[in-house]
């Protein structure tokens, strides 16, 4: 994003498609982050809260950002906590797939391939695609063996203790269980931080 940002002037005309397709989004983002209110004329309907200049001035463009968990997983993550570190999007959409799948790096080998693999093959091969990750079927096998246990110990401590498990804490508490892995650590669950780019310790090039 900030590296197309910098150098827009000189792709504006390029021919290749990728280029000008980098400027027109650079370009897009821009215009969300700069929007306000007051660009806009004033309706007859509006709020009269939304007609004093100075609401108008400060009421900026609400930006969600959407992705899926194989952006985090094949490396997109410290983009993705940038943006979210510096307050440039307001709303993020996505789910807790990245989460399940740097676990399971952690717990049996992950291998980089292509992002334009055949999936049909890859599938009839018993391989799953993430990105360009390749993670064959026993790893998540392997994966519902280790977490089974450790969330059947989580319910009692609730039924029990009455413990309330955020999605942070069950973080935190697989974080604990795995030991072996730098993904994730205690300190860095409590921080709500990611420590380290998907795997990229312990992805193994096939």
């Known amino acids: 994003f900030f590296f197309f940002s910098s150098r827009r002037r000189h792709t504006r005309c390029s021919g290749v498609s990728w280029a000008r397709r980098c400027v027109q989004e650079t370009e897009l983002i821009k215009n969300m982050l700069q929007w306000r209110l007051s660009h ?16 108008r001035e400060n009421t900026k463009c609400t930006i969600y950002l959407g992705y899926t968990s194989n952006l985090v997983s094949s490396g997109l993550r410290e983009i993705i906590r940038y943006l979210c570190q510096h307050k440039l999007v307001d709303i993020v959409v996505t789910t807790a797939g990245g989460v399940e799948e740097d676990f399971i790096k952690c717990l049996a080998p992950t ?10 093959e890859l599938r009839q091969n018993f391989i799953n695609r993430i990105g360009n990750l390749l993670v064959p079927n026993t790893n998540y096998c392997v994966f519902e063996d280790w977490v089974g246990p450790i969330f059947e110990e989580m319910y009692l401590e609730q039924k029990q203790k009455g413990t309330i498990f955020s999605p942070s804490s069950i973080i935190k508490r697989l974080g604990e269980k795995i030991n072996n892995c730098l993904l994730y ?5 409590d921080d709500l931080l990611c420590v380290d780019l998907g795997g990229r310790r312990i992805i193994k090039k096939k």
């Open 111 to 120: 291998y980089l391939g292509e992002f334009d693999l055949n999936d049909s």
């Open 40 to 55: 806009e004329p004033i309706q007859e309907n509006e709020d009269e809260e939304f007609k004093q200049q100075s609401v």
């Open 185 to 189: 650590t205690s300190d860095a669950a």
